[in-house]
């Protein structure tokens, strides 16, 4: 019987472990203008106005301004929340097809300095 229990919670956790490096790694934290979508880092996460659903046009320069929230090769899209291409080759999550990135003038949790950059920047929202 001890060895049924013992499988069984290992068979959980197996499974929670899976489910939780399925999701995609967001959460929402506060900010001056509500709650907003942040990295596992709680730093907050942008949308480009010049993206396409499902296409990154922010790269180079860009990119190096507005990291993009990579998403590991094996990372499995979660409901809202998909993986896109980039040009680079890299992996990306985007949320409702809108590709996710950081801004890097953002120092701590909750930061939205990067809202309305340039007109094209805006938060991301839960």
């Given at each position: 019987?001890?060895s049924?229990?013992?499988?069984?919670?290992?068979?959980?956790g197996?499974?929670?472990?899976?489910?939780?490096?399925?999701?995609?790694?967001?959460?929402?934290?506060?900010?001056?203008?509500g709650?907003?979508?942040?990295?596992?880092?709680?730093?907050?996460?942008y949308?480009?106005?010049?993206?396409?659903?499902?296409?990154?046009?922010?790269?180079?320069?860009?990119?190096?301004?507005?990291?993009?929230?990579?998403?590991?090769?094996?990372?499995?899209?979660?409901?809202?929340?998909?993986i896109?291409e980039?040009?680079?080759?890299?992996?990306?999550?985007a949320?409702?097809?809108?590709?996710?990135?950081?801004?890097?003038?953002?120092?701590?949790?909750?930061?939205?300095?990067?809202?309305?950059v340039?007109?094209?920047?805006?938060?991301a929202?839960?």
């Amino acid at each position: 019987m001890k060895s049924v229990k013992f499988l069984s919670i290992v068979a959980a956790g197996a499974f929670a472990a899976t489910a939780a490096f399925a999701a995609a790694p967001v959460k929402t934290v506060d900010s001056t203008k509500g709650k907003v979508l942040a990295g596992e880092n709680g730093m907050t996460l942008y949308t480009f106005k010049k993206d396409a659903k499902g296409v990154s046009n922010c790269n180079g320069d860009c990119a190096k301004n507005w990291p993009p929230l990579k998403a590991a090769s094996d990372a499995k899209a979660d409901g809202a929340y998909s993986i896109i291409e980039r040009k680079d080759g890299t992996k990306q999550w985007a949320k409702d097809g809108m590709p996710l990135y950081f801004w890097v003038k953002d120092t701590k949790m909750g930061d939205i300095t990067g809202d309305g950059v340039g007109g094209n920047w805006e938060l991301a929202k839960p």
